[in-house]
């Protein structure tokens, strides 16, 4: 009788670990490099065009590229995308 009870709190606790260890260790650098890397895979371009500013109601705002040609990725404070902004005008969001 008690044991779904059991089950339930421990994995609620491993993830409440699991996002506390998350938000302990995201750095802002950790998650420039991730999208960077994304945006390598996506675009074909380098890495290093990419920068990190404060966003307006998400955590971080990834820009990548030249101006006119820029994608944008917006971060939540997990590290998670909440949208993305491509050159082509074509946006998506999660």
């Known amino acids: 009788m008690w044991l779904p009870l059991g089950v339930l709190v421990t994995c609620g606790a491993l993830l409440a670990f699991r996002y506390g260890w998350i938000d302990a260790n995201l750095t802002e650098t950790t998650a420039i490099e991730a999208y960077g890397r994304r945006y390598m895979r ?39 995308l909440v949208e993305i902004t491509r050159p082509d005008g074509m946006g998506e969001g999660t």
Do not use: S
Request: proline letters at 8%; a neutral charge; aromatic letters at 10%.
């Open 42 to 80: 996506e675009a074909g371009a380098p890495a290093a065009d990419c920068t990190g500013v404060p966003g307006q109601g998400v955590w971080l705002v990834v820009r990548c590229g030249p101006e006119g040609a820029r994608w944008e990725y917006r971060v939540n404070r997990f590290g998670g």
